[in-house]
C-alpha cells in the first residue's frame, strides 16, 4: 500500500445539489444486493457486475464509456479492452510527455486525463465524457482511490461505480477480478495475448518459489522514503507484499503500525530499526529514489544498501497478469542475487 502522498482517508462527505442531481440522473444506474455474477457483455440486454464492497452494478447495456483510475485502465488494456476506455485519473505522463509505468499499454493519446496527481480530478471534463462505468481500486472499504474525497459525491453521482479490493488479499485475488470485469466488459480472456501472459505469471510466481529454496534465509523489507520519513510496509495488508510471502519470500514485518496497518513510520535516524538483506524500494516518482537517498547518512549506512541488494518496488502495482508477471520475474532474480548481509 503506497504511502501518506497517495494514501485515501476517504469519507462521504454531503449530497449532490438538487441541480446537479437534475443534470446527472439520466446517466445514474442502479445498485442492488451483492452476489458474484457478471452478465456477459456478448448477451445484449441488461449488464451486470458485482464489486467487491460488495455491490451488484447494473446498466441497461453494457458500458461502452469506461473511465478508470490509470493502473486500473492499463490492466484492462492487458486483459483485451481498448475503445471503451474513454478516460483516465492518477499518475499518467510525466513532465516531459513520456508515460508513467502504471500506464502500462494503455495509449494515454486516446483517452481524456482528468487528473494527473493525486488529488486532481476534473469533473467537468469527467460529465463530457458521458461515462457509463467509473472504476478503481479499493484499499479501504468504501474509499474510492484518486477520487477527491471533497468531490466524490458529485463524481460517483454521474455514473456507476465499480470498486476492487486491492488490500488484505494477495495480488492474485485482484488480478482474478479485474479478469472477470473486462470479460463483463467484452473482452475475450482465451485470447493468446491474455493467455500467455497468464501463463508468463505462474512461471513467474514458481520461478520466486524457487530463488527462496536455493537461497534460503534473505530477509527482505518493502520501503519507501520522503525527506522525512522511512515507510516500511505491512505484508499483511499489502496486496502484492501478502502474494511475494504465500510463495515463500520472507519479508520484514513492521511492529508498531499506523493507522490503517499500512506501515510503520520511521525517522530516518531510526531506518535501521529492522534487518534486511533485500531492499525493495519504491518506485514512484512521489517518492524517493536512490540518488537522492544517497544523501542520507543512516540510508547509506543499511548493510543491504552498501551491499548494492536494493531493487525497485512498483508500490501499486497493475493489476494483470501482464503487468504483475515482470515484478516476480525481477522479485525471484533479486532473491536469487542477494547475500546474507544483515
Known sequence: MPVPVSRPRLTRRGLLSAGGALAVGALLGGCGGADDSASPAATGGPWS?????????????????????TGVAAALVD???????????????????????????????KVTVLGNVW??????????????????????????????????????????TVAIQTAR?????????????????GADLNAKKVTDAK??????????RQAVKANPGI?????SGSPDVFYASNPKVSTDLMYFAELGVDIVVPTKLEQGDY??????????????????LDN???????????????????????????????????????????????????????KKVS
Do not use: C
Open 49 to 69: 457486475f458485482t464489486d467487491d464492497r460488495p455491490e451488484k452494478v447494473t446498466r441497461d447495456a453494457t458500458p461502452t464509456r469506461v473511465v478508470a483510475f
Open 79 to 109: 486483459f483485451g479492452l481498448d475503445s471503451q476506455l474513454v478516460g483516465v485519473f492518477g499518475e499518467t505522463t510525466r513532465s516531459d510527455g513520456s508515460k508513467e509505468p502504471q500506464a502500462g499499454d494503455l495509449d494515454v493519446g
Open 119 to 160: 488529488g486532481e480530478f476534473s469533473i467537468e471534463k469527467y460529465a463530457a465524457l458521458r461515462p457509463e462505468l467509473l472504476v478503481t481500486h479499493m484499499y479501504d472499504p468504501g474509499a474510492f482511490w484518486y477520487v477527491p474525497d471533497e468531490s466524490k459525491d458529485k463524481i460517483l453521482a454521474l455514473a456507476p
Open 169 to 185: 488479499v494477495p495480488m492474485n485475488r485482484p488480478i482474478e477480478r479485474y479478469a472477470a470485469l473486462a470479460a463483463a466488459l
Open 199 to 208: 501463463a508468463r505469471f505462474e512461471a513467474a510466481a514458481e520461478s520466486v
Open 219 to 223: 530477509k527482505v523489507l518493502a520501503a
Open 263 to 280: 506501515f510503520e513510520a520511521l525517522s530516518w535516524e531510526n531506518a535501521d530499526k529492522f534487518p534486511a538483506d533485500l531492499i525493495l
Open 284 to 338: 514512484r516518482s512521489t517518492a524517493l529514489q536512490p540518488a537522492d537517498l544517497a544523501k542520507k547518512p543512516t540510508w547509506a549506512a543499511l548493510p543491504a544498501v552498501k551491499a548494492n541488494q536494493v531493487t525497485p518496488w512498483d508500490a501499486v502495482p497493475r493489476f494483470s497478469y501482464a503487468g504483475a508477471a515482470p515484478l516476480l520475474e525481477n522479485l525471484a532474480k533479486a532473491i536469487a542475487a542477494a
